[in-house]
């Protein structure tokens, strides 16, 4: 079974971009922060009605439906988002180093981080009405999806052969045909499988968000998220159960109504230039393509819409002239210079009044921060190596054994995909009856999300072990230590580091929730950097928010290029076999 | 001296109005990390006139794809000009179409759309865009096929999408790169007769064909004009016309003495290396510098080379050696241009010659051959030279490899200085020159080895 990498390639994209231009993102994101916070200050005395959840069982529909609404709308304007962002990254060679690092920073930063601000913003934009509420919300779960999706679609767009391109230009494609035939299909593969972990972040985000508490203000939208977590707080488990269930019952449909046929159809934008024999099957896309209306009618009506489209766009310039592929970027003009001149200085001074605002972060709460970070990080990598420790073991052993990994892999990619945010309070609970603290009760919360991600890329990794390699091991009669360390260790390797990075990304984003929860009415906390994170948005305190965040982002960041990169790369290069 | 061969006078100066494609004074170079650049085409002028197939012959890497990419207008010369029909490329609406090696069909669309994109393109009606697609797949022997994905084809068939593809646009020029190097023997052979058949037969509309190849046989089967170019930089070396007449035979003497010659001019030792161009900025020529370009060639192929020759009394044509090797001359010419930079052999009129050295080394046994190959490495190729002289002078006698290729990236490009840096270290290890740790990236002594060898020859 083939596993494209989606996650882990967009976080260790080869970049040239020199250090200066990581500053001068970070700058840029610090001055979008004081710009937002300090508008959003000023709208935020308007009042707010605040919609009372029920616990009832028979409100679950409309919430899910609800819910679901949200996601939709939150997913299709992250596709929108990636492929535009993708495509100007793409193709600008000058601003490409730009909005590399533009994403890589974002893609460090905690969901929940971004709460208070987009909250600020969109309350401010529609004052004194739910629906700023809801439109913060939206896009608070975009910013749990949308970041490996363009990343996604920037790799994809980059990795198009040579000689695809060369043809496309020499037939002078249009831009718009050159999308359609070549861009997209090229890149479907990558987006239907980021998509999956795209939706699975929607979710964790979408749980946590639609309930919170800001300074001394609460917000709540109506939902399967603040259903949840009201029973939760209530200390209600019959609801709490039926939340949960109704969280998996979705899930469950997505992937079987949703992704598998998605996956199954998009096999036919492999590049692989022969037929692979396994496949992913689904019925329902069988269903759809023996359906008549189904195949026929949308080609129509497309077909309808381009025709005209392409008569009209064969007459201009682009098309009939081939354009050179080494084309010299043209010579920008002295006002755009000025104008980049005057935005960077207004970026500045906006990036030193979001740190003066850092003044007000008093010495001890430094060191609660910088205790928190390493406590978090020893906590992070815990996580990941207890996942490890067991999933190797039991992967390869599941791997090995192709009937039964034709069973349960489905199932780890399911579980990859159920939020862990809807299973934390079933195990706050537990650790509130237990009497047990949250400082290794994070790490089990951190375990919840994270491990299936590994489990599910081991058990792909054996799989991919050439069957005459094992034969050659059992053929030499080599010892059990042998088998595992020259045969099954560097085969799943590559795909162990796979699982590893993306959980490792999940690990720091669980960590703000882990670490921090409001559980019947109590308020459960152990020091970390995300109960800082946690404790700031409760508290309306955004110089502990800033300074949390940045040290947060910064770790992901280093950890990200010390560590992860280099070990993919070895991954990429040393450890790859080939089939 | 600028190097300008043989060329037909009445090729060389066609009448300006009927040329299709002229390019003046092309030529190309990249950037460098270290602000040098690498001249990879030397200023040159080539025309492409109706009525003649022109085949491009040089070996790896001397700049073939990269002039038919700028002939296109793909890529953009670093100075000179190219013209269409009199006009600068880029303004012109050119009709062009090119076959490329790896066919780069879409593997989501099925043959007939395929076929039918560029038309698609150029805005052509739907009705009349599938009538003029299926003709040309049917012209190409797909008829049936018309349904099928790429993928479900054989290598043959989808080179047949591509001419298909190629020529439903009815291009003036129709360029090939490497067309049929992707293809085994006999389907290369298969299609290239219909392609000519096509052509005799003036079945396309086409008007020239511009053939990028690096099989000579090729070349002369199909071509009625061939320009043969040389490496480092690109240039023309030869440029001729072939007047042999359609169905060539291999086996006729006028064929295999075409052959031959290219054969002669392909392996010709470089002559004195062309003044610089009068550029601006830091255009530097490899032939002036101080690394020699090393042939990718493995120890073991020179050695098995020189004792074939031995064998043929020490002297042998080229062609006839590549022929019973059933190699390509691109596989013969790395391991011939090694030999030749060791000083084991001389080519002399497109024969290969052992020299005494050549003949000791053949005749040795393995550890002899190897202290051979050792000195003669030693004195003649710079590189081995100056990392034994760095090993030697260092008091941990260890040099990263990052050093020497800083120093070769000068001169070439990254992904050739990791060429010759690879090559430098099979020779190096096969001599005992040093040996490489390739975990640390690392050049150490082979200190222990030659303790083992001493010891073994003290024990005897
Ligand atoms: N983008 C680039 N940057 C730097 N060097 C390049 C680039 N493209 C090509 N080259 C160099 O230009 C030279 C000529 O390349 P080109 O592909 O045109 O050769 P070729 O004759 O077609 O070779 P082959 O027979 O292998 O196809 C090579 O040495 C190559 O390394
Ligand atoms: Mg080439």
């Known amino acids: 079974m083939n596993l494209p990498h989606p996650l882990a390639r967009s976080l260790v994209t080869v970049r040239k971009g020199p250090f200066f231009i990581d500053l001068g993102v970070a700058a840029c994101a610090l001055a979008a922060f004081f710009a937002v916070v300090s508008t959003g200050v000023y709208w935020f005395q308007k009042p707010m009605p605040v919609v009372p959840i029920s616990s009832s069982v028979s409100v679950l529909p409309l919430y899910a439906f609800y819910s679901i609404v949200r996601m939709i709308i939150a997913y299709f304007l992250s596709l929108a988002f990636a492929v535009t962002y993708g495509y100007i990254a793409a193709y600008n060679a000058r601003v490409e180093p730009w909005m590399i690092a533009v994403l890589d920073i974002l893609q460090s930063i905690p969901v929940l981080s971004f709460l208070p601000p987009v909250v600020l913003a969109m309350v401010a934009l529609v004052p004194g009405h739910q629906l700023g509420i809801e439109m913060a919300v939206i896009f608070l779960i975009f910013t749990g999806q949308s970041w490996n999706l363009a990343f996604s679609f920037y790799t994809s767009l980059k990795t ?45 985000a979408l749980i946590f968000c639609e309930t919170f508490t800001m300074g001394a203000r609460n917000f709540q939208l109506p939902g399967l998220g603040s259903y949840i977590q009201t029973a939760t707080n209530g200390g209600d488990v019959h609801a709490l159960l039926a939340g949960i269930g109704a969280v998996i019952v979705i899930v469950v449909a997505t992937d079987q109504q949703v992704w598998r046929p998605l996956i199954a159809w998009s096999d036919k934008f492999k590049f692989e230039q022969v037929e692979s024999a396994d496949e992913v099957k689904s019925p329902i896309l069988e269903l759809i393509r023996h359906s008549k209306i189904c195949q026929t009618l949308p080609g129509k009506i497309w077909s309808r819409i381009e025709e005209p489209l392409y008569e009209r766009l064969a007459q201009t310039r682009e098309c009939r002239v081939v354009k050179p592929l080494d084309a010299q970027a043209g010579k920008t003009s002295p006002v755009l210079y000025a104008l980049a001149a005057a935005g960077a200085l207004a970026v500045c001074w906006a990036a030193a009044q979001a740190i003066l605002m850092l003044k007000s972060v008093t ?156 559980v019947q009415g109590a308020t459960l906390q152990t020091i970390g950097l995300g109960a800082q994170i946690d404790a700031a948005t409760d508290s309306g305190s955004f110089s502990m928010l800033l300074m949390a965040t940045m040290m947060i982002s910064l770790m992901v960041v280093t950890m990200n290029r010390l560590v992860w990169r280099r070990l993919y790369r070895l991954a990429e ?4 076999l080939e089939s | 001296m600028q190097e300008t061969a043989a060329t037909n006078p009445a090729l060389e100066a066609p009448p300006a109005t009927d040329v299709i494609i002229r390019a003046e004074g092309i030529e190309k170079y990249y950037a460098q990390p270290s602000q ?24 790896s890497g001397s700049g073939k794809s990269t002039m038919l990419r700028m002939l296109t207008g793909l ?105 049929f190097s992707a293809l085994d023997v006999l389907t290369a052979d298969n299609l290239r007769s219909e392609l000519l058949e096509l052509w005799t037969k003036k079945t396309m509309p086409t008007k020239a064909v511009f053939l990028v190849t690096h099989n000579i046989e090729e070349a002369v089967l199909l071509a009625d004009r061939i320009i043969v170019l040389g490496r ?14 359609h169905p060539r035979d291999r086996k006729a003497e006028a064929f295999t003495q075409l052959v031959d010659y290219i054969y002669k001019v392909l392996t010709r030792p470089d002559v004195a290396p062309a003044a610089a161009p009068g550029q601006p900025g830091a255009v530097r020529d490899q032939r002036q510098m101080g690394y020699q370009m090393l042939p990718h060639a493995r120890p073991g192929g020179i050695a098995g080379l020189l004792e074939l020759l031995l064998d043929r009394g020490g002297r042998d044509d080229m062609y ?63 590189l081995l030279r100056q990392i034994r002289r760095a ?59 030659d303790e083992e060898i001493a010891a073994g020859e003290d024990a005897s």
């Open chain 1, 160 to 204: 198009i052969p040579r000689e695809m391109l060369e043809a496309s230009r020499i037939y002078r494609y249009s831009a718009w045909q050159r999308f359609w035939q070549l861009e997209m299909p090229f890149s479907a593969i990558g987006l239907v499988w980021n998509s999956i972990v795209s939706v699975a972040g929607g979710w964790f």
């Open chain 1, 363 to 518: 010495l001890a709460d430094l060191r609660l921060l910088l205790e928190g970070a390493a406590a978090t990080f020893l906590r992070v990598n815990a996580a990941l190596l207890i996942s490890a420790a067991w999933t190797i073991p039991v992967g390869v052993a599941i791997g090995l054994n192709l009937r039964l990994a034709r069973v349960v892999q489905p199932v780890a990619q399911i579980m990859a995909s159920v939020p862990a945010t809807a299973f934390f309070p079933v195990l706050l609970i537990g650790l509130v009856k237990l009497g047990g603290g949250l400082g290794i009760g994070s790490i089990a919360l951190m375990l919840l999300g994270t491990q299936w991600y590994v489990l599910f890329n081991v058990i792909a990794g054996a799989i991919a072990i050439p069957s005459d390699l094992r034969e050659v091991a059992s053929l030499y009669h080599f010892t059990r230590w042998q088998r595992w360390t020259k045969l099954i260790l560097p085969g799943i390797f590559p795909y162990l580091i796979t699982g590893m990075v993306t959980a490792s990304g999940g690990a720091w984003n669980a960590s703000v929730m882990a670490e921090y929860s409001h």
């Open chain 1, 573 to 576: 290069t040393r450890f790859k």
């Open chain 2, 36 to 59: 040098n650049r690498i001249q990879v085409i030397a200023p040159t002028d080539l025309s492409i006139v109706p009525g003649e197939i022109l085949a491009l012959l040089g070996p």
């Open chain 2, 75 to 179: 890529s953009t010369p670093s100075a000179g000009q190219v013209f269409w029909h009199g006009t600068p490329i880029h303004e012109a609406e050119i009709n062009v179409s090119i076959v490329f090696q790896s066919f780069a069909l879409f593997p989501w669309l099925t043959v007939l759309e395929n076929v039918e994109a560029p038309l698609q393109a150029r805005g052509v009606a739907p009705a009349e865009r599938r009538e003029r697609s299926m003709r040309m797949i049917d012209m190409v022997g797909l008829d049936g096929f018309e349904a099928a994905y790429p993928k479900e084809l054989s290598g043959g068939m989808r080179q047949r999408v591509g001419f298909a593809r190629a020529l439903v646009v009815e291009p003036e020029v129709l360029f090939m790169d490497e067309p």
């Open chain 2, 232 to 245: 480092n930089p690109g240039r023309i070396r030869t440029d001729f016309p072939v007047h042999l007449p």
């Open chain 2, 320 to 382: 006839r050696l590549a022929d019973d090797l059933a190699f390509e001359i691109d596989d013969l010419l790395p391991i011939v241009d090694a030999a030749q930079l060791l000083g084991f052999l001389k080519v002399e009129e497109g024969d290969a010659v052992i020299t005494p050295s050549g003949e000791e080394f053949a005749n040795s046994e393995i550890l002899r051959q190897k202290e051979l190959f050792r000195n003669a490495a030693l004195e003649n190729v710079l």
């Open chain 2, 391 to 449: 090993l030697d002078a260092k008091s941990d006698h260890t040099v990263r490899e990052d050093f020497f290729l800083d120093l070769l990236d000068e001169q070439f490009s990254e992904e050739e200085g990791q060429r010759q840096m690879d090559t430098a270290v099979t020779w190096g290890r096969y001599g005992e020159i040093f040996d490489f740790d390739a975990a640390r990236r690392r050049f150490v002594l082979p200190d222990a080895l």
